[in-house]
């Protein structure tokens, strides 16, 4: 059972990979009442928007509207309503001292028990291992009192979690955790059908969240899990069983 006093910030590098990543599990959370919290870095006009560089005449303010109105809609249908767009410019994305001090202080803004973010690795996309140490290195930070954030104190360190990439095995991911998302598939494939300008993706990972349902009735013996998202854990299980 998910619970509500649960803080859970997801770091998102482009304008959807939250939602083919991990839009079932994101809803999930939020139906079930816990505080949500979406920071989006970019809106990938440069590197995640080439159906919409097709079209004659294009601009980069354009796409970026585009792509803002996807946002919105996405994260309307997944029950999110607290989530920032840093437009940062992707492709490839830098990250400068400033942007680290931002997420520092995003982190013990949220003060999140669970952060949701790239893995440590992408074979074909630097931008999201790029954003994985840039979270990871950020919630070290937060912990430190030596680093100092004006009217934030320190946060404990949140457990890090990485959505599995789009060339899952090209990118060494194993998937540590699967949760299932049967009870807000619906959902995830309603914000994925918001994103026109990445219509080629939307077949491909509702593909996944069967394959990896198939794998959460398989693992758990559970056969009402239908659909389901993987993720890989950035730091080990600590308790005091076997869970």
Not at 85 to 100: A, K, N
Not at 202 to 212: E, H, P, S, T
């Amino acid at each position: 059972m998910i619970d509500q006093n649960v803080n859970l910030l997801v770091v998102s590098a482009h304008a959807a990979d939250f939602v083919w990543r991990a839009g079932g599990t994101i809803a999930k959370y939020v139906k079930h009442g816990a505080n949500v919290s979406l920071v989006i870095l970019s809106y990938g006009a440069r590197g995640e928007s080439n159906d919409l560089w097709n079209i004659a005449g294009q601009t980069m303010e354009n796409v970026k509207s585009v792509r803002q109105a996807e946002i919105e809609a996405a994260a309307n249908c997944l029950g999110v309503t607290n989530y920032e767009i840093w437009d940062y410019e992707d492709y490839h994305m830098v990250i400068t001292p400033e942007r680290m001090e931002r997420m520092v202080k995003k982190i013990r803004e949220v003060r999140p028990h669970h952060i949701l973010t790239h893995g440590p690795r992408d074979a074909f996309n630097p931008d999201h291992e790029t954003v994985f140490k840039y979270v990871f290195d950020a919630s070290v930070q937060s912990t430190s009192n030596g680093v100092r954030t004006e009217g934030y104190p320190t946060a404990k360190q949140a457990r890090l979690f990485g959505f599995e990439p789009h060339q899952s095995e090209i990118s060494d991911f194993k998937p540590d955790l699967i949760i299932d998302i049967t009870e807000t598939y619906e959902q995830k494939e309603a914000a994925m059908q918001c994103f026109k300008a990445q219509q080629h993706l939307i077949d491909y990972y509702g593909w996944k969240a069967k394959l990896r349902g198939n794998h959460a009735r398989r693992c758990s013996g559970n056969k009402e899990y239908k659909y389901a998202e993987a993720f890989s854990r950035t730091f080990p299980y600590v308790g005091s069983e076997f869970v």
